[in-house]
């Protein structure tokens, strides 16, 4: 199979899909991987690294696209490449279409077969794909929440952690999935008092049998929210619904509720977020503020991190790039019952059905 791996082009994205080693474990199976010039260099991998294994380096983007019939990427593709793709090509990276119309309709004028790593689901309901990259964000949420707590980038002043004779600040983390549980360990490693709430009470069980006791549980309602918004210096939204919007759980009502200097980070961005005046940002240009809350919505928050992350992310898809390139997409499919819930589109319909009700369109209809 012909395999491409462009450069990342959406602002500060410095992962890779695909590290030497992988492309290693590919060339050696007898595939061509053909890799952008400079794309692994954000991530610490240069052009010669590749060319030692056999990939070959092309100079631009369009070049990739058009010798490969797999493509492997990190971030979903943005509106320079959506010309690039067609009905030949196998996408395989994070698509997230149920925050975008406009990137759903593109690849559905396509007719691209696209493979999204956030909805490959294990039997057991676990994202293989989406659990490196939520650890990741996890742990940054707090790292990006404890510098705009600063009072120069406008936070309320406060030292997570506290000192002795200063009790330390108060973090509330939405949803106990691999996010909020890495956020409420790197709050808690602060030394912060942290609240993490779930409806899925075996998952509080969880929390309150693994972390310290400054780490506690609460059922997760409209009214406990109102309530503890009041008082927590730091709200860390990580809520996922596989494949679909997230659920909006503080509305723009309740920021008036909060202390002025307040900081949300919204992990769940790229789903749509669970904050009502949740807006994309970029790390050039990453909080905003309503009503004296910064808000902190970076959609690619672990392109901060491109060498863990991009050595994190490609640990979990390679074994999946090598299924799809050695058996093609249809044979790895219907071998790969976790690979199959991975396939959003194909043929110019919508195949998995969360996206269509995110837009209120009928999987039938596609």
Known sequence: MKIGVPKEIKNNESRVGMTPAGVFELTKKDHIVFVQKDAGF????FDQDYKDVGAIVLDTIEEVYTSSEMIVKVKEPIAEEYPFIKSHHVVFTYFHFASSEPLTKAMLKSKAVCIAYETVEDADGTLPLLTPMSEVAGRMAIQQGAKYLEKPIKGRGVLLGGVPGVPPGKVLVLGAGTVGIQAAKMAAGLGAHVTIMDINMKQLRYVNDV???HVVTEFSSEYNIRKRIKNH??????VLIKGAKAPKLITKDMLKEMRPGTVIVDVAVDQGGCIETTKATTHEDPTYIIDDVVHYCVANMPG??????????????????????NLGWRNALSKDKALAKGLNIIDGKIVYEEIAEAFSWSVEAM
């Not at 954000?42 to 991998?45: I, K, P, Q, Y």
Request: aromatic content about 8%; cysteine-free.
């Open 42 to 45: 954000g991530s610490g991998f």
């Open 211 to 213: 972390m310290p006791n």
């Open 233 to 238: 210096d730091l709200i860390i939204g990580g």
């Open 304 to 325: 901060a991190v491109p060498y863990t992350s991009t050595l994190a992310l490609t640990n979990v898809t390679l074994p999946y790039v090598l299924k799809l390139a």
